[in-house]
């Protein structure tokens, strides 16, 4: 069963680091693009960006950009979203996605992680 | 970036009439090469990760109910919910993934009236 399980949730201040993860099981991490999708509280999905670990080609969404780093470790089929100095509107679930087709950049997202809840509060 | 709009933002339809959703494009996501829309449909349920309904803008995926269809053109795409069951209570996204950023569309609220 392909599965992805994410990492517990945060609680951290403002000016604090972070690193999300979110690990692949079931499948050749290596060669599926998996993506990270914020929502905000009560709000909708926005598309964060989407990395390949097989040579960590990585695309962001331009609001993004610059603001979050997506990273993965393929020798732990795992993925990251890191923040290097987090807000008070970083406050969000957090989900990672699988694209579902082998190696295939324009794709639909299935599975997803359960997400992980990043409070940022002083 | 191609921005998705959908509307209405939230609809209240009587347990077993029809659900209609619509979700715009802001530009084509036909690839003409293959005929295939780059557009996909999830709902995502209080408390709940989002789960795929559709994609190809109308090919179910397996396990989803029939009641579930997809329908468009280049541009102009709608969900149909053809008999609303309790537990189709959600809000619905769509997604483009023709061109990256892959962008969602703002949801949809489908309540019981």
């Known amino acids: 069963e392909v599965q992805l399980v994410q990492s517990g949730a945060e609680v951290k201040k403002p000016g604090e680091s972070l690193k999300i993860s979110c690990r692949g099981s079931?499948?050749?991490?290596?060669?599926?693009?998996i993506g990270w999708v914020r929502q905000m509280p009560g709000k909708g999905l926005e598309w964060i960006g989407i990395?390949?670990?097989?040579?960590?080609?990585?695309r962001y969404s331009p609001s993004f950009q610059g603001q979050v780093t997506i990273s993965a470790d393929k020798s732990i089929s795992t993925a990251y979203l890191q923040w290097s100095s987090l807000k008070a509107s970083d406050t969000a679930m957090y989900y990672c996605?699988?694209?579902?087709?082998?190696?295939?950049?324009?794709?639909?997202?299935?599975?997803w992680g359960q997400g992980t809840l990043v409070t940022v509060s002083s | 970036d191609i921005v998705m709009t959908q509307s209405p933002d939230s609809l209240a339809v009587s347990l077993g009439e029809r659900a209609t959703i619509n979700c715009k494009s802001s530009?084509?996501?036909?690839?003409?090469?293959?005929?295939?829309?780059?557009l996909a449909w999830y709902q995502q349920k209080p408390g709940q990760p989002p789960k795929l309904l559709i994609y190809?803008?109308?090919t179910r995926e397996s396990g989803v109910p029939d009641r579930f269809s997809g329908s468009g053109s280049g541009t102009d795409f709608t969900l149909t919910i053809s008999s609303l069951q309790a537990e189709d209570v959600a809000v619905y996204y769509c997604?483009?993934?023709?061109?990256?950023?892959?962008?969602f569309g703002p949801g949809t609220k489908v309540d019981i009236k």
């Open positions: 190809w803008a109308s």
């Open positions: 996605a699988r694209h579902t087709r082998f190696g295939e950049l324009s794709d639909w997202f299935d599975p």
């Open positions: 990395i390949y670990p097989g040579d960590s080609d990585t």
């Open positions: 079931g499948y050749s991490f290596t060669n599926y693009w």
């Open positions: 997604q483009q993934y023709y061109s990256s950023p892959f962008t």
């Open positions: 530009q084509s996501v036909l690839y003409s090469s293959n005929n295939k829309k780059y």
